[in-house]
């Protein structure tokens, strides 16, 4: 069964640090893995999907990386800004060969920026 | 291009009663997925909806059912809820091809009492 894991729970950073988020899966049978934000009392955005067959992707100050051999992902957040907090989710989609919609989330990385 | 829209944002039900929320994909999204959020249980998947037919399904029990109609858009039902229902309930739509990347709306807040 799969698992995904965040660590840490929660993480406070001044302003301006650069930071690394931790993404762990059991299976390493994935589709593809998504990394999320979520504001208080939000919806999901989706901030970076890589496929199974790629390493990494970068968006901006994200950079989102996978090693599937090793069952874990980091997303890396360059220059923090105090609108960078939020609870960050990653999740991995299962099914090899089409996605289904059946993702299994993190519990997620709740994140304070300081200014 | 509007993004998932839910309906109701929030909405207060006693134990016992049913519930019915909705969800309208991006527009040419044909894929339309339920997800519940608790904070014990974290985000969870319900159901996943294709062209009116259901493809997947999480462990949730019989009492949440769902459909999706032939425009896209879907519904889901929660009947005889309990306290253990009050959650946030999100919809996520997907292309029919690609990466397989959800959008997801805002969600509908339940609160059972």
């Known amino acids: 069964k799969q698992e995904v894991t965040q660590i840490p729970a929660a993480l406070s950073v001044p302003e301006g640090e650069n930071l690394v988020l931790n993404c762990s899966f059991t299976d390493s049978a994935i589709y593809n893995l998504q990394w999320f934000r979520q504001d208080p009392g939000k919806g999901l955005t989706s901030l970076l999907l890589i496929q199974s067959s790629q390493r990494e992707q970068t968006s901006g100050r994200l950079n989102a990386s996978l090693d599937k051999s090793s069952g874990r992902s980091t997303l890396y957040i360059a220059a923090s800004q105090p609108g960078d907090s939020a609870t960050y989710l990653c999740?991995?989609?299962?099914?090899?060969?089409?996605?289904?919609?059946?993702?299994?989330f993190g519990k997620g990385t709740k994140l304070s920026v300081k200014p | 291009k509007a993004g998932v829209t839910q309906t109701p944002r929030y909405l207060i039900k006693t134990r016992g009663q049913q519930v019915t929320l909705s969800c309208s994909p991006i527009s040419g999204h044909r894929s339309v997925s339920w997800y519940q959020q608790t904070p014990g249980q974290g985000l969870q998947f319900l159901f996943e909806y294709f062209s009116e037919t259901q493809r997947n399904k999480g462990n949730f029990p019989g009492r949440f059912s769902g459909r999706q109609f032939s425009n896209s858009r879907s519904e889901m039902n929660v009947s005889t809820l309990e306290l253990g229902d009050s959650a946030l309930y999100l919809c996520a739509s997907s292309p029919t091809t690609g990466t397989g990347e959800l959008f997801f709306g805002e969600g509908s807040r339940l609160t059972v009492l």
């Open positions: 999740a991995a989609d299962l099914l090899y060969g089409g996605s289904q919609g059946n993702l299994i």
